[in-house]
């Protein structure tokens, strides 16, 4: 079964800087997608970034990019230039095909003015 | 602007009365569609998939005689909590597929019930 982890309970960030959040999953499939989605406080989903498991480049959304790293099963977010809104809780999710999405625990970003 | 609109965004109900959430994606057909539950602080947990025109497939655990799914059309999808309980108090949001297996999510309903 494919499971998602995300090892970093919380994790803070001051105003104008960098933060990587780290998602690793396990899958024995070649062909799949992976996201990240932020919850806000109003706890709407909000899909940040996608990438597919076939494309060899990083997938880039602005100030958000992600390290993905397919042999090692590793899929980080980066953000850049942290902004106060940034901060919510970050899902990281793994899908195959047409099934379910699975998710990671989640890691709560802190944003420092 | 959103994609997938939930309603009710809250509701409060009474012990052992039912209560009914909808779920519709706003400019596509979505055939499947996916209710999750989620406690504070937690991640979201998969009840059941959607299927139009046919039964919702429940994960392991989900009772579906509480937790009753209708999909009746391309864009429409109900989860319907029967006889609820406090302990079915929780966030409940859904998801529908829109493009390239990206997941929209509605808005989230709150139950609380007294």
């Known amino acids: 079964a494919q499971t998602v982890t995300q090892s970093q309970p919380e994790m803070s960030v001051q105003e104008a800087e960098t933060v990587t959040l780290s998602c690793t999953y396990d899958t024995s499939e070649s062909d799949y997608y992976l996201f990240w989605y932020k919850q806000p406080p109003s706890r709407q989903m909000i899909l940040v970034i996608r990438?597919?498991?076939?494309?060899?480049q990083n997938a880039t959304e602005n100030r958000f990019s992600v390290n993905f790293q397919k042999a090692a099963k590793s899929f980080s977010l980066k953000i850049s230039d942290s902004q106060l809104g940034d901060a919510a809780m970050y899902f990281c999710a793994y899908k195959f095909d047409g099934n379910k999405l699975v998710f990671g625990a989640g890691t709560i970003l802190r944003v420092k003015s | 602007g959103a994609v997938v609109s939930q309603h009710p965004s809250w509701v409060i109900c009474k012990s052992g009365t039912s209560v009914k959430i909808e779920c519709r994606s706003l400019d596509f057909q979505a055939t499947t569609m996916f209710w999750y539950r989620q406690f504070p602080k937690q991640s979201l947990m998969l009840m059941a998939t959607?299927?139009?025109?046919?039964?919702?497939?429940?994960e392991q655990g989900v009772e579906k005689d509480k937790f009753l799914i209708n999909h009746a059309s391309l864009t429409l999808s109900t989860l319907t909590v029967t006889s609820a309980h406090p302990e079915d108090s929780s966030f409940y949001i859904c998801?529908?597929?829109?493009?390239?297996?990206?997941?929209?999510f509605g808005q989230g309903t709150r139950l609380t019930v007294v």
């Open positions: 998801s529908a597929d829109r493009v390239e297996y990206s997941a929209f």
């Open positions: 990438q597919e498991a076939y494309k060899q």
């Open positions: 959607s299927n139009e025109g046919s039964k919702a497939t429940y």
